[in-house]
């Protein structure tokens, strides 16, 4: 049966206190809500809906890059999970198969327990993930009776002894789609806090004499978002579960517990990592490269064998062939870089390809902006820029050339040829010397002026 999803993401946040829609705040550097949606689309959902509301224009533009097909539906006034959920209604019309609803502030759920409660769904008409919570606070209690969940209550509505139940609501749910929405129909307002709960739909499927149970998984899938200490403490269980992924992989990590990582980080087997080396998004290393400290790479892919640090920066677009070396303090963003080059010192290679085999002098620069337009550098393979080399873009050089130490390169350079551009040296005898003499003798001057 085909299943759709069901993302809430309409809610305000209050207590993020910001201006940013709470499901955007980024785990790993990745929104909140795009953890919700890749855990999700594990199950290969017919539909994706995303319920919007709080920071709707913002939230509907990450969503879209994530997921181009993704339904967006606004709900207006946030009246409820109930209300939110029945802003679905239209565009599942017609869909006659299971929803999951997720919610987007919920980031950690994984995609084998979504595949458990769909398992779960085909023995029961509607499923509740739950979780055993260490402090169950002001979640909504389950209330079972053996395997069935008779109903929900709320932290508000709960009485005494209900409160003393620690069995929770994650706030995840599937059922069938028409199912769900006849019963959402059905739920009103008359509670503690006047909303539309969806947790209500459970007595209500109770009533009609339906299946309904809860299956349980670790509470750290349903670790909500609420403040900013709990932002963090999101990234750090994130960090913490990531880091012992790669270990597990066979990826060395010199120092763990200093390598921050992103939702995306992909990294190869035997592929070693220094200390203090921090990932953005989209970046891939292949195996059996190797990672030096403090370096930071974020969009970019690194092959294998490649040497890159310490205190490199590889910026989107960076595109390492297998064997290059990029050394301390160099930058390279938007470029690609064939076999085995090296940019070993203190460059800024951008919007550039560089050949096989090519080497880079330190303190060269693609001067790629204009102050109004980018502009491309093209250099052949088994190139070699001399130290302090100034490449205007656009400009090209040619397989085999070099370029002098220092020159600053506006025109093209054909095929192994030298292009030198700078003034030429001049050396004047015994010069040093006197101007030594008439420096120092000023120095003194002044000196006594001051007595
Ligand atoms: C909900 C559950 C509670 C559960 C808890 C788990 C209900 C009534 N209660 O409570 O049983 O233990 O989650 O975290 O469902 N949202 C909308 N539109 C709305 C209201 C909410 O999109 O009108 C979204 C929020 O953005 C959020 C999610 O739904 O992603 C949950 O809403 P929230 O207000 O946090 O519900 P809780 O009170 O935490
Ligand atoms: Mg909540």
Redesign the pocket.
């Known amino acids: 049966m085909s299943t759709a999803l069901i993302v ?6 209050t207590r993020m206190k910001s201006d940013l829609p ?2 955007l705040h980024p785990i790993a550097q990745v929104p909140m809500l795009i953890h919700a949606m890749r855990a999700g689309a594990g199950l290969e959902a017919a539909r994706t809906v995303i ?4 920071g709707s224009d913002a939230v509907e533009i990450v969503a879209r890059t994530e997921d181009p097909d993704a339904i967006i539906v606004k ?1 207006e ?8 959920v029945d802003q679905a209604r239209v565009a599942l019309e017609g869909f006659d198969g299971d929803v999951v609803v997720l ?4 980031p950690f759920i994984q995609p084998e327990t979504l595949e458990r409660m769909i398992e779960a769904r085909s023995r029961h008409d509607l499923v509740i993930l739950g979780f055993d919570a260490a402090d169950p606070a ?4 389950l209330v079972m009776q053996g395997e069935t969940l008779e109903r ?1 209550v ?2 508000k509505d709960a009485t005494a002894r209900e409160r003393a139940i620690t069995f ?4 995840l749910m599937a059922c069938r789609s028409q199912l769900l929405f006849q019963l959402i129909s059905e739920v009103g307002n008359s509670n503690a ?1 006047g ?6 739909v459970v007595e209500l499927a109770r009533k009609r004499g339906l299946g309904v149970t809860a299956i349980a998984c670790d509470e750290s899938e ?1 670790l ?1 978002i ?1 403040s900013r200490a709990e932002l963090a403490n999101a990234d750090a269980v994130f960090q913490t579960r990531a880091r012992a992924e790669l270990l597990e992989l066979g990826v060395t990590l010199m120092a763990p517990e200093t390598v921050y990582l992103a939702q995306d980080t992909a990294i190869g087997r035997d592929t070693v990592i220094e200390p203090n080396v921090v990932f953005g998004p989209g970046v891939t290393v292949e195996s059996g490269a190797h990672i030096r400290a403090f370096s930071h790479l974020e969009g970019c892919h690194v092959s294998r064998g490649a040497v890159v640090g310490p205190y490199a920066r590889l910026r989107p677009g960076a595109e390492l062939a297998e064997n290059t070396k990029i050394g301390n303090f160099v930058e390279i963003k938007n470029a690609n870089l064939g076999e085995g080059a090296k940019v070993n010192h203190l460059s800024y290679v951008g919007d550039a390809s560089v050949g096989s085999g090519s080497n880079i002098g330190a303190g060269t620069i693609t001067c790629n902006y204009d102050g109004v337009m980018k502009h491309r550098t093209e250099i052949g393979e088994n190139v070699f820029i001399g130290s302090n080399t100034m490449l205007v873009a656009p400009v090209k050089v040619g397989s085999g050339a070099m370029t002098a130490s220092g020159s600053v390169i506006t025109k093209n350079v054909e095929d192994n040829a030298l292009a030198m551009s700078r003034a030429p040296q001049e050396n004047k005898p015994g010069r040093a010397r006197k101007l030594f003499d008439i420096l120092k003798a000023r120095k003194e001057k002044r000196a006594r002026g001051a007595e």
């Open positions: 809430l993401a309409a809610g305000k946040g709470k499901v319920v919007t509301g709080h709900q006034e946030q009246l409820g999970t109930a209300h939110a919610y987007g502030d919920t002001r979640y909504g209690r929900i709320e932290f929770c609501n994650s706030g806090s909303e539309y709960y969806l947790t209500d349903t909500g609420n």
